[in-house]
Each structure stands twice: as structure tokens, then as C-alpha cells.
């Protein structure tokens, strides 16, 4: 089993990683920075997010452990205590060898076009446009139509695990992630007599696609997770559900509702 292993840099995540290191090669498994099967984080959803973007090139080969260590940790299935236990289910050895069930997560899928160039990316939790300025002016087109002109603060668009996040904030839908599905949440529109949006929340489905354009000069600040991207001479982005899926090793069952309730009720 090659596995890497990533924390959030903090006393008690660094200690977790040598620790898990430690049983790990006492078990047999071979730390592999280039072509691991597991990678495993330790910290945060932070964590995970960094994990993800580090992996990005081969995440339909890998998948993903999170192991939290204080914060949220709404990706991490493991609390700090309980790495002996994990390591044997990883391996394969000890007292709780277990083989993982791969549960698969849709993403999101991202083409910025600037009139300097274009680029590709891939979100685990959201894409989101911000006015640097101000109001932001942007189109909106689903499916080639053009479905409002946006004047407000910005747009996120989150993926199904990442609806949990950014997009709860902005009072947008829990979705499942086994509803394979975009979800566009308004930041702070303007609706008046002049200006209008839709004002509630969008599924797209899997096979639609969203265009937002720019509709004046404007500085904005794209953001894709943790990844800020300045852009002042963009001209649209366009976004769809990735034909990519991120793949978490469950060990044991931890249903998302019961995350959900966990993370944000109990
Ligand atoms: P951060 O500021 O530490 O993250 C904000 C919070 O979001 C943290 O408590 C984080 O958990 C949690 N989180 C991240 N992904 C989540 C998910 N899928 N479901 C539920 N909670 C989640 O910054 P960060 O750790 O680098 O994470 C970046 C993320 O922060 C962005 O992707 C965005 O979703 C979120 N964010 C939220 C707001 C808002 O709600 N107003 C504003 C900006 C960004 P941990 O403590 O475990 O890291
Ligand atoms: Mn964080």
C-alpha cells in the first residue's frame, strides 16, 4: 500500500503525521509522494482542500482519508486518537484489516477565458467571482440562453460536498453528493425596480452548462476553494460538472447526513 500523508502544520497535526508515518512503516506501507493509492490529511477541510489541488493531476487514480484535528473537519472521517485504528485497516494488517469502500464525489469543472489567455480548473468545494471595486455586471447564460444580467457582490457556485460551505452561508441548498449537480447561489444582489436576479438558488444537472460574462471593466477576484486568482480583463467563465469524480476511502460507514448533523448540529 503506497500512501502520502499531508497536515496542516499545526504542533498537533505535525505529531499525528510522524505518528501515522511511524505505524505505517511498521505495517508495511510505503510513504509514495509521487504515485500514492491513499492520500491522507490531517488538519482541516483546509487540509483536504490543499491535499485535493496537490493531487489534482491524478485524482482518478488516488483517493482520499481525512483526519481532523480540531476545526470542522466536515471532509475528515477520523478523529486524532484514532490513527492506530486506521493504519491497520489501511494496511491490511493488525487487529482491523478492512478493505475501503470508494465512495465518489462530482466536482467542478471551470474554464476561465481572459483576454490574455485561458485557463482550466477544478473545484472540490466552489468557484466563486467577486467585485474587487464593487458591484460586479455579469450575464449569466445556462445552455447558450441568456438567463439574467447580474448586478451584485458575486457569484458561487459550489459542487454537491461543497454546498456544506461557502454556499450554506449564502443560504444555498445541502445537496447529496450522489446528485450529480452544480449549484449557483447569489452573493448579495441587487433587486429593485431596475435591477433583477433570480434570487433563489440553481441546480444545474450533470450535461448543462453555465457561461457568466463580464459586462463592464472591473477588477474581480475569482476563487477556486482556497485559491484566490485576481483577474482584471476577464471575458466569461465557463461552468459545468466535471467529467472527473474525487474518490474518499471509507473505511467505515459515516453516511453524509449524519456528517452534516454532526458538523453543524450536534
Ligand atoms: P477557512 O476560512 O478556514 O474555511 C472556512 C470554514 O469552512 C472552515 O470552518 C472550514 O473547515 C469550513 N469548510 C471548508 N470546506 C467545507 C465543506 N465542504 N463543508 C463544510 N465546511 C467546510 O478556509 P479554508 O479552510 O481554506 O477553506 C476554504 C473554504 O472556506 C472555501 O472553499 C469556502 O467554502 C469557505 N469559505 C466560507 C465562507 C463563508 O462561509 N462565508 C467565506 C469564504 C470561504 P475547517 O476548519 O475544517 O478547515
Ligand atoms: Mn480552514
Redesign the pocket.
Known amino acids: 500500500m503506497r500512501y502520502y500523508v499531508l497536515d496542516r502544520g499545526d504542533d498537533l497535526s505535525v505529531e499525528l503525521s510522524r505518528q501515522f508515518q511511524k505505524l505505517a512503516s511498521e505495517r508495511g506501507m510505503q510513504l509514495d509522494a509521487d504515485n500514492p493509492e491513499i492520500v491522507v490529511s490531517i488538519g ?3 487540509t483536504m ?1 490543499h491535499a485535493f489541488h496537490m493531487f489534482i493531476d491524478r485524482i482518478s487514480s488516488l483517493a482520499f482519508v481525512g483526519v ?1 484535528t480540531g ?5 475528515a472521517d477520523w478523529k486524532a486518537d484514532e490513527l492506530p485504528l486506521l493504519v491497520d485497516y489501511m494496511s491490511g494488517t493488525g487487529k482491523n484489516p478492512n478493505k475501503p469502500r470508494i465512495v465518489r464525489y462530482p466536482l467542478l469543472e471551470l474554464e476561465i477565458h481572459k483576454k490574455t489567455g485561458s485557463s482550466a480548473h477544478i473545484a472540490l ?2 468557484f466563486t467571482l467577486k467585485g474587487v471595486d464593487g458591484t460586479v455586471v455579469i450575464q449569466v447564460d445556462i445552455n447558450d440562453v441568456t438567463f439574467e444580467m447580474f448586478r451584485g457582490d458575486g457569484l458561487c457556485l459550489s459542487t454537491p ?2 454546498s ?3 454556499n450554506k ?1 449564502l443560504g444555498g441548498a445541502m445537496v447529496h453528493p450522489s446528485i450529480e449537480a452544480l449549484q449557483i447561489a447569489e452573493i448579495a444582489s441587487i433587486n429593485n425596480r431596475v435591477f433583477r436576479t433570480m434570487g433563489s438558488p440553481l441546480l444545474l444537472p450533470k450535461h448543462h452548462h453555465c457561461d457568466i460574462f463580464s459586462r463592464k471593466e472591473q477588477r474581480l477576484m475569482l476563487t477556486v ?2 485559491l484566490n486568482i485576481p483577474v482584471d480583463d476577464l471575458v466569461s467563465v465557463r461552468c459545468q460538472v466535471s467529467s472527473q469524480q474525487v474518490s474518499f476511502a471509507r473505511y467505515r460507514p459515516f453516511p453524509f447526513w449524519n456528517r452534516v448533523r454532526e ?1 453543524f448540529l450536534v
Open positions: 482541516g477541510d483546509g482542500l481532523h476545526h470542522l473537519g466536515f471532509y468545494n466552489e460536498s461543497g456544506t460551505a461557502y452561508s476553494d482556497h458538523s
